[in-house]
């Protein structure tokens, strides 16, 4: 069964950093991807950037793309997602998820999925 946990969300103020982390266990196959997705308040939930496994395929939704970065320890089984220059609209419940797609990601495209962590970015 995969399981998804992300941690280091939080509260931060508008400019600063936070690097999210899911921890990602289970898979009985490479050929996945794990995909960053965060949903605002009021809104649907918004691909923002997948790394395939082992980072040999890297993808980033334009809005993010510059100021998020995804990354993967394999050894740590680990996909970090570090996100600089933050935005007030940044805020929003930040999830991982683990889909056998690869691009920029799409909800419907994923299967497993985190609990989630929550950023909020203060003006």
């Known amino acids: 069964e995969v399981q998804l946990v992300e941690s280091g969300g939080g509260l931060v103020q508008a400019g600063g950093s936070l690097r999210l982390s899911c921890l990602a266990s289970g898979f009985t196959a490479d050929d996945y991807s794990i995909g960053w997705f965060r949903q605002a308040p009021g809104k649907e939930r918004e691909g923002l950037a997948s790394?395939?496994?082992?980072?040999?395929?890297?993808f980033y939704s334009p809005s993010v793309k510059g100021r998020f970065t995804i990354s993967s320890d394999d050894v740590q089984n680990t996909v970090y997602l570090r996100m600089v220059n933050l935005r007030p609209e940044d805020t929003g419940a930040y999830y991982c998820?683990?889909?056998?797609?690869?691009?920029?990601?799409?909800?419907?495209?994923?299967?497993?999925w985190g609990q989630g962590t929550q950023v909020i970015v203060s003006s």
């Open positions: 998820a683990a889909g056998q797609f690869f691009g920029i990601p799409r909800p419907s495209e994923y299967d497993d």
């Open positions: 790394i395939s496994r082992y980072g040999g395929s890297i």
